[in-house]
């Protein structure tokens, strides 16, 4: 143990935090339809986290969790996180359901991040799930729909494809892009999750074929929307000074950066750009002292393609206005572009069940650079990865940075 | 500055952090049925939590916020979080919904002490809002039920008043208590909620009157049972070292505790006690280094009688099984016991908008430690307060400490 180390351990013993965070474990269903219930796909989740622990590791070391969803009460089921928490080992401890639509367990993350750094807990748990597909279609539009402005937006008819509909009109108004642009990433969403076991839809999908689609939105199609899903996942975090009893290959969380914007369209002075998403990235690059160029993949929140476009430009990979080049150019592809963009298949192919799609994105991180996806996934050199987790329309975003190496 | 003072600050440069949480400001809607919508109920909150902040303030210095709802998505809005923002003055920050079924706004300021714990942020809004009014009978149905038990409780036929009819039965067969005890705890809430302007139900009540209630569920009667309401609050917590940017007067958060429980009565080992309150109580009086002989004063979560009959044991100002007598002495009433239970009036007179109830008590807590409530309902010389929230029938629970001093 070196000086900084001793001074830091003092410190911390003397009641003077400074914490690095690390991702001890992390596990998820399938996404997809479940037959399991709220609680079995919990568990799964929980199990598959725990046991993706390398040394002795048992849930009733947990200090605390944070579970994101969105749908829950819609179904016959209530009091969320304490319900969850009998079914995963997880006795008396603080618990609580995140809701902030799409990107609820984006800030479970966050909040189950500053847990630790607050001093106040050595180990906790994030977590995410939603059961879409108990829903009612009519509910499933309901709970979709809230999330974006419900006043001026959703009463008057437009729903989240139509919302994205309008952002990929103007962004093809205002830049060098068009609907072949989204295209390409849709082919290589599937691409990408084709061989991910935990994905929703697993098939290999044409330019032809995703460009023939039937149109949803104009212009977008079948293949531009994600789908909804069922599904849950789970991320173990540690303090610094506990992480090694757990496993010599962590991952860090580098930093976390959020923010927030207006619900509606038309109060944004831009609606080619998701501020929420700069505002959050800046502060997350900052935080770890990294920039995108920093980056080898990135889960990002591709709930329509255009959303993928436009994140690639938010989150700095390309320039603004250039998300189209970018995804023509197959700059986001596995270990062909500087940056793979969705190793998962992303929402488009991997699912989005709404809760649970933050920390999905974590799990993929945690497991991409740990070198334990499947084979023909894998990012190679992957140091440095990325989670941007948007909710409703772009207003709220989390974005989470995790390294192999900590902050230097 | 002192030498203390002085290593501190230059630890926090450092990046070390121990921060101690001040409370700068709060305020709340009155609790009751409202005519503002839900958007309208959260500006007068924060704006009645913003005017209370003794020096220059602005919305704007607030960096992150934690708002507590059960049943909002009940409305024909949602992405709460965000939505509120807007109408608060706080654009762009990280914000997110905190939901944990009567104890959402609890946990929202537990969240909320940790993010500033945590060194991410030095000022953070911690909230709670309901509109149960707006709910047609069988969603108010509905979002009470799913709180506690499902499958075995609630489709069952066991709504929330026989559950705690059920905990009332077991105390008066178990211990020396019986239905006056309950009486008694109803006629001194509506004593102490009478001369609050806040208050839902504004009214004194007698002895006989409160005895001879209608029945709702034996042995509980309308006395026993607290209204649902409309109601906001909000509080603005601070780091310590820019507290005093905003008043000389702060009021300190010395400690938080929470913890959970199943949410079945016949998983637990009794029903004449709630383990979450007990086990919340124990962390928070350990971190503070007090006892309940340090409360001058304590909003319980009076849900029902019963539960403030058993709070009282459950938090250490009685013994197990003499919440009955405590009750009985008058142990309870504003400046004529050792500890005032519920100087606002409780659930019970004050009102319960579910997910506004946690950050409610803090604003009273707030006020009576800083006396600036009505002189009729001043509890004298208080000098250290106490929150307890509960969720469901003792499912989730968090307990916060105040103090004029900070920790020793």
Redesign the interface.
């Known amino acids: 143990m070196n000086f900084a180390d001793r001074l830091n351990q003092m410190?911390v013993l003397?009641?003077?935090?400074?914490v690095d965070v690390a991702v001890i474990g992390a596990g998820q269903t399938k996404f997809g339809n479940h037959k399991l219930g709220l609680k079995g796909m919990w568990a799964e989740a929980a199990e598959n986290a725990y046991s993706s622990v390398d040394l002795d590791f048992e849930p009733r070391q947990i200090d605390e969790a944070f579970i994101g969803s969105v749908?829950f009460?819609g179904s016959?089921?209530?009091?969320?996180?304490?319900?969850l928490?009998?079914h995963s080992g997880?006795?008396?401890?603080?618990?609580?359901?995140?809701?902030?639509?799409c990107a609820?367990s984006g800030?479970a993350l966050?909040?189950a991040w500053?847990?630790i750094?607050?001093?106040?807990a050595d180990i906790v748990v994030a977590g995410g799930i939603e059961k879409m597909n108990d829903l009612s279609a009519e509910r499933k539009r309901?709970?979709l729909?809230?999330?974006?402005d419900?006043e001026w937006e959703r009463?008057a008819g437009l729903t989240f494809p139509g919302t994205y509909a309008l952002m990929a009109r103007r962004h093809f108004h205002e830049h060098d892009s068009s609907h072949d642009d989204l295209v390409h990433i849709s082919v290589k969403n599937h691409m990408h999750g084709f061989e991910n076991e935990h994905a929703h839809i697993r098939k290999q999908v044409s330019f032809e074929k995703a460009e023939s689609g039937f149109m949803v939105a104009d212009p977008l199609t079948l293949y531009d929307c994600c789908p909804t899903s069922d599904g849950a996942s789970c991320v173990i975090l540690a303090a610094d000074h506990v992480a090694r009893q757990f496993t010599e290959d962590p991952v860090w969380i580098r930093s976390?950066g959020?923010?927030?914007?207006?619900?509606a369209l038309h109060?944004r002075p831009s609606v080619t750009q998701l501020?929420?998403t700069q505002?959050?990235a800046k502060a997350a690059y900052s935080a770890a002292g990294l920039t995108a160029n920093d980056i080898d993949l990135a889960e990002v929140h591709d709930c329509f393609t255009i959303a993928e476009l436009m994140a690639t430009e938010d989150l700095g990979f390309t320039d603004h206005g250039q998300g189209g080049v970018f995804a023509r150019e197959g700059r986001g592809v596995r270990n062909e572009g500087a940056v793979c963009i969705n190793p998962s298949g992303g929402l488009k192919s991997k699912g989005h069940p709404l809760g649970a799609t933050g920390t999905g994105q974590a799990v993929e991180v945690f497991k991409q650079l740990r070198g334990t996806v499947e084979d023909s996934r894998q990012v190679r050199d992957a140091e440095t990865g990325l989670t941007h987790n948007v909710?409703?329309s772009g207003?709220?975003c989390?974005v989470h940075i995790f390294g192999r190496e900590r902050n230097g």
Chains 1, 2 share one sequence.
């Open positions: 410190l003397l009641g003077y935090v400074m749908a009460g016959q089921l209530g009091n969320t996180a304490a319900l928490t009998e997880l006795d008396g401890i603080p618990v609580r359901r995140v809701e902030n639509a609820s800030f966050r909040d500053m847990a750094k607050s001093g106040q309901f709970w729909g809230v999330s974006g419900t009463l976390s959020a923010a927030s914007d207006r619900l109060d501020l929420a505002k959050a909710g409703g207003a709220t989390a």
